[in-house]
């Protein structure tokens, strides 16, 4: 099982950017998604999760400008990202709770995806 995100880049003050995060291979199941990010220096924070059931969770300091979605038929979730800050530069992480066709439930990580506002 593997997670690709991309649609990270250089984006300017009040902007918008969409990532996305794809999971393949032997899957049988997937459960909770999520983002985080990390900016240098910082330690790793959750940005937003998304279960089964359409609960989500924002971290205080993105409500209400980030939206995270799901699209099971692609096995990929979504961050939707507006009104962009210099704060949000990090790289974004994507994890799934993926229960593979040959094996227990896990987390799984994306290699991660740059983005950069500029003030």
């Known amino acids: 099982v593997q997670l690709q995100a991309s649609g990270g880049g250089l984006v300017h003050a009040g902007g918008s950017l969409r990532l996305s995060c794809a999971a393949s291979?032997?899957?049988?199941?997937?459960?909770?998604m999520a983002w985080y990010r990390q900016a240098p220096g910082k330690q790793r924070e959750l940005v937003a999760s998304l279960t089964t059931t359409g609960s989500t969770i924002y971290a205080p300091s993105v409500k209400g400008r980030f939206a995270i979605s799901r699209d099971n038929t692609k096995n990929t979730v979504y961050l939707r990202m507006n009104s962009l800050e210099p704060e949000d530069t990090a790289v974004y992480h994507c994890?799934?709770?993926?229960?593979?066709?040959?094996?227990?439930?896990?987390?799984?990580w994306g290699q991660g995806t740059q983005v950069t506002v500029s003030s």
């Open positions: 291979g032997s899957i049988f199941s997937i459960y909770g």
């Open positions: 994890t799934m709770q993926i229960r593979p066709r040959d094996g227990y439930v896990g987390s799984y």
